[in-house]
Antibody, heavy 123, light 113 residues
């Protein structure tokens, strides 16, 4: 069974940084892209970005709203994906979901979700 | 970025009746060489993460009931629930994975009339 477990959420002041982690199990981690999707309170889904698995492993893409502030990385030896969030803003508040993506050449499809971790950016 | 627009924002349907949700992309998300449409549908029930229902615009994910179906190509797509059940109350999102950054529609809330 595929499992994705996020951690690292919490309350952080505007302008500060936070790093989220996602540990995957039940599948061959390196074969999949890993991504992050967020959801502001009472709002819809916003794709944040992803890091590809094989064959284009390590390449990344980001949403326009976070490009230059957020960085996604992965450690396939421990099956963990990370989301480093810098220069946080109040509009970054929300539940952050870790997702697994099936790879189709340069494209990838979300097929599994974690339960999410809440990030609150407030002074 | 490709903008995904769903309609309606919400709908109320009687149990056993058909529910139809539309999704329009700001440009084509079809890839001619493989004749695929890079469009997926997700279902999100209250307090839960989303769940993949449909991909390649019309392929049901394993375990998804056959009352859910997807259709469309190019820029116009549809999710149909042929006979609404109580457990189908949820918000439904369309999603394009054709061109990064991937994007979602704003969501359509389905309720029981």
């Amino acid at each position: 069974e595929v499992q994705l477990v996020e951690s690292g959420g919490g309350l952080v002041q505007p302008g500060r940084s936070l790093r989220l982690s996602c540990i995957g199990s039940g599948f061959t981690f390196g074969d999949y892209a890993m991504s992050w999707v967020r959801q502001a309170p009472g709002k819809g889904l916003e794709w944040v970005g992803f890091i590809r698995g094989k064959p284009h492993i390590g390449t990344t893409e980001y949403a326009t709203s976070v490009k230059g502030r957020f960085t996604i990385s992965r450690d396939d030896s421990t099956s963990i994906a990370y989301l480093q969030m810098n220069s946080l803003k109040s509009e970054d508040t929300g539940v952050y979901y870790c997702t697994r993506e099936r790879t189709y050449d340069w494209h990838a499809l979300i097929d599994s979700w974690g339960q999410g971790t809440l990030v609150t950016v407030s002074s | 970025d490709i903008v995904m627009t769903q309609s309606p924002d919400s709908l109320a349907v009687s149990l056993g009746d058909r529910a139809t949700i539309n999704c329009k992309s700001s440009r084509s998300i079809s890839y001619s060489p493989n004749n695929q449409n890079y469009l997926a549908w997700f279902q999100q029930k209250p307090g839960q993460p989303p769940k993949l229902l449909i991909y390649w615009a019309s392929i049901r994910e394993s375990g998804v009931p056959d009352r859910f179906s997807g259709s469309g190509s190019g820029t116009d797509f549809t999710l149909t629930i042929s006979s609404l059940q109580a457990e189908d109350v949820a918000v439904y999102y369309c999603h394009q994975y054709y061109s990064a950054p991937w994007t979602f529609g704003q969501g359509t809330k389905v309720e029981i009339k």
